[in-house]
């Protein structure tokens, strides 16, 4: 659209505006709002959305006919509204006509503007997007998503599309690799009930989504990683992925991009169950990541990510092992019964774990080492079958807020040239002491709590009395 003034041919042609006989969307805006509107629009065309707006009309009548036959026969108007916009009195004359049209209406507000009592009669029960709250690539997203599935061409409507994945018959592919090989970017696909013996390669971004119970659709694989990622963005959820041995494979391994892993089942019987390195930053939430025959994470050179809500358990070497530059966070996990360190973060690792579960593990709940300079927040670290806590060969790291307890040996052992930063942790029925330091350990320790542990609350060796401080502990 426009301001109160109807367009003219003062404004360059940036975009086409749609001719022809296929549905198209209407774009409904203030031209004061030009610069981002008609950028938002060529992003659009990119995509592949045919879109239709006032571009090089003259006013007067034959601008109104246009603008009235345009509306009529859009399949879904596009409103930018802002402080200028919900003043225009084309604008309100054009989303009135929509909805007296009943047309499909999408309104997207570009800042924090009072909407006019007229309008909102007409705009609350339509969809908002709040483009001013949100980063780029998230409200391309959920423009993107919100427009309907006509006004996009050819390409643009397959990707959209939804696939279904059916191992016996009944589907429109028999394997999620064929699948994703006939999915456009954008595509969902569907995996029913049953045995997939295959390895996936997703270099597309589309989303694959069991329908059906977790446990009934597995994608198993021999000699090779179940799944592996090489686009920027996608989505896996609802699966069972069974990495069977035969080699050296991780059972997911994730080496670029921002995907989004949620509500599967992940074991591995050659490497580690998940691997996340040269910079990927991936989400993952809400799975289980098990019976790993290395570690159940293996983070490394460089590997990012949001690990939240899984349940990480009965691996063969660390739950979770962050190495080599590699900056996590991990929060809200459940990470337990490992035959190693619950997590293990050394050779320059860094991270963030927040508030956690980490019991049981073989080993120590924490170890750091080797350079490894990790931030421990309100994770409650127990039942260890050694020490809650080790940092040793110049570990370092910052812990605070935890509850640290009932660990066969010390809570926190500090040892070989490593220093830690502790405050306001309570460690308590331990084995051993709270807190033991020895062989050149050293550290900064304030306001801990640390009574009702079996040998006392501190042994710190005399070579490392002079690089201890304490203050404010309770003992």
């Not at 060529?42 to 090089?56: I, K, P, T």
Request: charged share 25%.
């Amino acid at each position: 659209m426009k301001s109160d003034l109807p367009a003219d041919g003062a404004r360059a042609k940036q975009i086409e505006a749609y001719e022809g006989d296929e549905p198209y969307l209407f774009v409904c805006y203030s031209r004061q709002d030009a610069a981002q509107v008609l950028a938002d629009m060529q992003r659009l065309q990119q995509a592949g959305v045919r879109l239709w707006y006032d571009e090089g009309i003259i006013g007067g009548n034959r601008w109104r006919e246009a603008i009235a036959r345009a509306v009529t026969n859009c399949a879904q108007l596009l409103v930018f509204l802002s402080a200028t916009a919900v003043k225009s009195k084309h604008v309100r004359r054009e989303i009135a006509l929509a909805d007296e049209l009943e047309k499909p209406l999408l309104a997207v507000r570009l800042c924090e503007a009072a909407i006019p009592a007229e309008l909102r009669l007409i705009l609350q029960e339509r969809q908002w997007i709040e483009k001013w709250k949100m980063a780029p690539e998230q409200y391309q997203r959920a423009v993107l998503k919100a427009l309907h599935t006509s006004v996009f061409g050819e390409k643009m409507a397959k990707s959209r599309a939804t696939f279904v994945v059916d191992a016996v018959d009944g589907g429109d592919y028999r394997t999620v690799t064929a699948a994703v090989a006939a999915a456009e970017a954008g595509a969902t696909i569907l995996v029913r009930p049953g045995l997939y013996r295959e390895s996936i390669l997703v270099n597309k971004p589309v989303q694959i989504v069991g329908d059906g119970q977790r446990e009934d659709i597995v994608i198993e694989a021999t000699g090779r990683p179940v799944v592996r990622f090489t686009v920027e963005d996608s989505r896996m959820a609802g699966l069972t992925l069974r990495q069977a041995g035969g080699g050296m494979w991780f059972g997911v391994d994730i080496s670029s991009g921002r995907h989004l892993i949620e509500d599967c089942d992940i074991s591995s019987q050659s490497l580690a169950c998940v691997s996340i390195r040269d910079g990927a930053n991936p989400t993952l939430r809400g799975n289980r990541i098990h019976d790993g025959k290395q570690a159940g994470l293996y983070i490394y050179d460089g590997g990012k990510g949001i690990i939240e809500d899984n349940d990480i358990f009965g691996n063969a070497f660390a739950g979770a092992e962050i190495k080599t530059g590699a900056n996590p966070n991990l929060r809200g996990n459940r990470i337990y019964d490992g035959a190693g360190a619950g997590v293990l973060v050394h050779e320059n690792g860094l991270g963030a774990l927040e508030r956690n579960e980490i019991r049981g593990s073989a080993l120590a709940g924490v170890e750091i080492c080797t350079g490894a300079n990790p931030t421990l927040r309100g994770n409650r670290i127990y039942g260890g079958k050694t020490t809650g806590v080790l940092i040793h060969n110049n570990g370092t790291g910052v812990i605070e807020n935890n509850f640290i307890f009932s660990n066969s040996g010390a809570g926190v052992t500090i040892v070989d040239c490593s220093n830690a930063a502790m405050r306001r942790n309570r460690i308590t029925l331990n084995g051993f002491q709270a807190i033991w330091i020895h062989n050149g350990g050293a550290g900064t320790f304030l306001e801990n709590e640390l009574r009702g542990n079996d040998l006392g609350a501190w042994l710190v060796e005399p070579d490392c009395l002079a690089n201890v401080i304490r203050a404010g502990n309770t003992e």
